[in-house]
Every structure is written in C-alpha cells, then in structure tokens.
C-alpha cells in the first residue's frame, strides 16, 4: 500500500508562513489515482479535514484557511503540498497527509475525511 510521509513542519510566528510537503512511496498506481488531502489536529480537539484535491484537480478548503492556504499535487515527484500563509494561532496541530482511490467529490472526501492511507503527522506550531 501507499507510504505517505509528511516534512516542513515548523514553529513560525503569527503571519508567517510555511509549506508542508508529503511524499509518496511504495505506489503501484500512481498518484494521479488518488484523491489527497492534508488534516490536522489541535491540541485537546478532533481532527478535521483542511484541503483535499481530487482526481480531476478540484480542490476543496476548510472555511478557517480558505485563501490562505493552497494545496497542490505533483504527480512526476509524487509529492503532495500545502502551502499556508497569514498563519494564526488557530492553525496550530499535527498536521496529516492522506489518500484514498475512492470516488467522491473534493467536498465530501473533506468533509466525512474519506480517506484509506495516512502519515505519521508534521508539528505546525503558531506562536502569536
């Protein structure tokens, strides 16, 4: 099965901002097969969905990072990325990268978090 595996967490300050990136290994399909998408989750709270790509390229935001934060997919480097900026406190968690070959609109997959392979997590700790 697909290995994801999450890198460029960081602690920045309020304002800041960074790019997360997560790479994909051991898959016999390819990535543009997967539908994608980066979750997080804060300290003392559930885990929520943040961005999802699909497999046409239709994205799908959280309304806290809408037009902050942009993920995109590149299927030759078989990296998946997040780049948020205007960072708040709020954006402080683990943040996750994740995939699924189910069917499904950007929306949905975001929202009920459809997702089958996850990574281990990057820290994103916002300081205000």
């Known amino acids: 099965q697909v290995l994801l595996m999450e890198s460029g967490g960081d602690s920045v300050q309020a304002g800041g901002s960074l790019k997360l990136s997560c790479k994909a290994d051991?898959?016999?399909?390819?990535?543009?097969?997967?539908?994608m998408g980066w979750f997080r989750r804060a300290p003392g709270k559930e885990r929520e969905g943040v961005a999802v790509?699909?497999?046409?390229?239709?994205?799908a935001y959280s309304e806290s990072v809408k037009d902050r934060f942009t993920i995109s997919k590149d299927i030759l480097k078989n990296t998946l990325s997040l780049q948020m900026t205007n960072l708040k406190f709020e954006d402080t968690g683990t943040y996750y990268c994740?995939?699924?070959?189910?069917?499904?609109?950007?929306?949905?997959?975001?929202?009920?978090?459809?997702?089958?392979?996850w990574g281990a997590g990057t820290q994103v700790t916002v300081s205000s």
């Open positions: 051991n898959d016999p399909y390819g990535m543009e097969m997967y539908s």
């Open positions: 790509i699909d497999t046409n390229g239709v994205t």
């Open positions: 994740a995939a699924t070959m189910r069917a499904g609109s950007a929306d949905i997959l975001l929202r009920y978090s459809v997702m089958d392979h």
